[in-house]
T-cell receptor, first 117, second 110 residues
Framework: EAGVAQSPRYKIIEKRQSVAFWCNPI?????LYWYQQILGQGPKLLIQFQNNGVVDDSQLPKDRFSAERLKGVDSTLKIQPAKLEDSAVYLCASSFGPSGTGWYEQYFGPGTRLTVT | DAKTTQPPSMDCAEGRAANLPCNHSTISGNEYVYWYRQIHSQGPQYIIHGLKNNETNEMASLIITEDRKSSTLILPHATLRDTAVYYC???????????FGQGTRLTINP
C-alpha cells in the first residue's frame, strides 16, 4: 500500500513570499491532517479535514495560512506571506475513519521542510 | 486532553530492553494512552495504545499502572533502528486529534 505522499520535500523562500505544499493521502482515507513541526518540538495540528470539509482549524493562523482539500482527496496548504517563524517541517497525515466513530491510526508523510530567510 | 511528562532523553545499549516512562497523572477514565515515534527526517509512526490493560504487539509492550497515572513503553530488544523521538499521548476515545509533547529522544548505542 502506498503511503502518504508530500511534495516538495524541501523549500527555501524569502520572507513575504508565498509557498504551497501538496499532500496525497492514502487511498480511501477520509480524514486528512496538516501538522507544523518546529525544530525541537512535537508536531502541532494546524487543520483537520473530514472528506472535503474542515473539522478543526483552531490552530491555523488564518491571516496567512490557508488549506483546501478539493474532492476529498489531495490537499494543499498555502502560506502567504511567509514569516521567519514559519520555518518548520509541515507534515501531512491521513486516517481511514471520521471522528467519533472509533480510533483510526494516523499515517504520516515524510514532510516538507520549509526554510524562510 | 490530559498532559503527559516524559524525560527529554535516554540512552540504551543495543540488544537490551529500552524502557520509556510517561507520566499522565491527570488522565481521565475515557482517555487512552498512545505511543508514537519519529525517526529522523520521517513523519511520526504509531507504535501501540492501551486503556488500562497491558498491551503487546510486534513492536513493543505497553505497561499501564493500576491507577493509570503512568505508563512504560518497552522495546524488548532495542536495535540501532529504534533510535528516535518517542511521544506519549493521551487521547479521548473517538477523538482523532493528536496533541504531541516534546517526547523522549532515545539513542540506542552499539
Amino acid at each position: 500500500e502506498a503511503g502518504v505522499a508530500q511534495s516538495p520535500r524541501y523549500k527555501i523562500i524569502e520572507k513575504r513570499q508565498s509557498v504551497a505544499f501538496w499532500c496525497n493521502p492514502i487511498s480511501g482515507h477520509a480524514t486528512l491532517y496538516w501538522y507544523q513541526q518546529i525544530l525541537g518540538q512535537g508536531p502541532k495540528l494546524l487543520i483537520q479535514f473530514q472528506n472535503n470539509g474542515v473539522v478543526d482549524d483552531s490552530q491555523l493562523p488564518k491571516d496567512r495560512f490557508s488549506a483546501e482539500r478539493l474532492k476529498g482527496v489531495d490537499s494543499t496548504l498555502k502560506i502567504q506571506p511567509a514569516k521567519l517563524e514559519d520555518s518548520a517541517v509541515y507534515l501531512c497525515a491521513s486516517s481511514f475513519g471520521p471522528s467519533g466513530t472509533g480510533w483510526y491510526e494516523q499515517y504520516f508523510g515524510p514532510g516538507t521542510r520549509l526554510t524562510v530567510t | 486532553d490530559a498532559k503527559t511528562t516524559q524525560p527529554p532523553s535516554m540512552d540504551c545499549a543495543e540488544g537490551r530492553a529500552a524502557n520509556l516512562p510517561c507520566n499522565h497523572s491527570t488522565i481521565s477514565g475515557n482517555e487512552y494512552v498512545y505511543w508514537y515515534r519519529q525517526i529522523h527526517s520521517q513523519g511520526p509512526q504509531y507504535i501501540i495504545h492501551g486503556l488500562k490493560n497491558n498491551e503487546t504487539n510486534e513492536m513493543a509492550s505497553l505497561i499501564i499502572t493500576e491507577d493509570r497515572k503512568s505508563s512504560t513503553l518497552i522495546l524488548p530488544h532495542a536495535t540501532l533502528r529504534d533510535t528516535a523521538v518517542y511521544y506519549c499521548i493521551v487521547r479521548v476515545q473517538g477523538a482523532q486529534k493528536l496533541v504531541f509533547g516534546q517526547g523522549t529522544r532515545l539513542t540506542i548505542n552499539p
